[in-house]
């Protein structure tokens, strides 16, 4: 049984324009100690998928409209609401990608983080502020004991998301869901957060749902990946399988739109076009209109996601036509 399985999940959003579908029909599993990576641009639906799956969406206008969300083999939408708030934080729980945001501005971050302790396991100030110190020297934040005090806007961003991460793991949840953990981040400081994240992962056995639209980012910490799109997933492979034969042209967009070494001096590759609004999503293939492999076929008929094998799917009407990657 996976840790957490997601079946045919729909979700829309009414507003005065219409109705925008921003989730149609994603499944994906992750297991106890797995890292799934959720690819795609801005608007695919990676985010809301995750938002829906903590039950923190904005209702309304955000709706579910179908689906299961299965976290140790029990439907979450069918739960009592006061039985999912004991699941997060406690089993499940969030890395938002804007840590400044994320955190109570007029809090310090020890009282942001001793909370967790003091409601989940009723634990005094003074025992819950000796965690959160401890927390923090696991997320190698230097000088806890003297920065326990601290507000948020004193931290660098780093540090910020490392906090975020601290909150994250308090309880020591079977899964957390990391929403584009290293957005706004240097190079290195992305390295680091990401280091850290896998070696907590590996100390925990965790499973850990990655949210990026940085193909790059992934490369060494994932174990599979769910590329998406307009809503939908439309592939699914192990992180090498992918990097080495991607099966869906928009895939193989991102991957050629990765910096290169040996390209060096070259115009960088971009997907021509834009993502569909959810609100007027094309007939056929969502993708269709920015695809050099598009035919008449993709026009009318959206694709399913094909089985290629037990570990790979792809939602492209002529996958066997895909080259490997260069």
């Avoid at 992962?201 to 790059?216: A, N, V």
């Avoid at 115009?267 to 007939?283: D, Q, R, V």
Wanted: some cysteine; overall charge negative.
């Amino acid at each position: 049984m996976p840790l957490l399985e997601v079946r045919d999940l729909h979700v829309e959003f009414r507003t005065r324009d219409g109705v925008a579908e921003a989730v149609r029909g994603v499944d994906y599993a992750v297991d106890s100690g797995e890292t799934l990576a959720v690819l795609g641009e801005s608007g695919s639906g990676k985010s809301v998928t995750a938002q829906a799956v903590m039950g923190i969406l904005d209702t309304p206008p955000g709706r579910i409209t179908r689906g299961q969300i299965l976290f140790q083999g029990r439907d979450m939408l069918r739960m009592p609401e006061e039985e999912r708030r004991r699941i997060r934080g406690r089993q499940l729980s969030m890395i938002f990608q804007d840590a400044l945001s994320a955190l109570n501005p007029v809090l310090s971050v020890g009282f942001q983080l001793g909370e967790m302790f003091r409601v989940h396991q009723g634990l005094s100030r003074k025992e819950a502020r000796a965690r959160a110190i401890e927390l923090m020297e696991r997320v190698n934040i230097p000088a806890a004991k003297s920065r326990v005090g601290d507000f948020p806007h004193q931290f660098s961003g780093g540090m910020r998301q490392r906090i975020m991460i601290a909150m994250a793991l308090a309880l020591e949840p079977d899964l957390i869901i990391a929403d584009e953990p290293t957005t706004a981040l240097d190079v290195t400081v992305q390295a680091q957060v990401m280091e850290l994240l896998a070696e907590l992962q590996r100390e925990y056995q965790m499973g850990l749902i990655l949210i990026t639209h940085d193909l790059g980012v992934v490369a060494d910490v994932a174990d599979k990946i769910a590329v998406m799109y307009a809503g939908r997933i439309v592939e699914t492979a192990p992180v090498h399988e992918l990097y080495k034969r991607p099966l869906h042209p928009y895939t193989r967009g991102l991957l050629d739109s990765i910096p290169r070494l040996d390209q060096k001096g070259q115009e960088l590759y971009a997907i021509k076009g834009l993502p569909p609004s959810p609100h007027h999503i094309p007939p056929g293939c969502a993708f269709h209109p920015r695809c050099p492999m598009a035919r008449a076929v993709c026009r009318t008929d959206d694709p399913p996601l094909y089985e290629v094998d037990e570990e790979r799917g792809s939602a492209c009407h002529f996958w066997k036509e895909m080259p490997d990657a260069p």
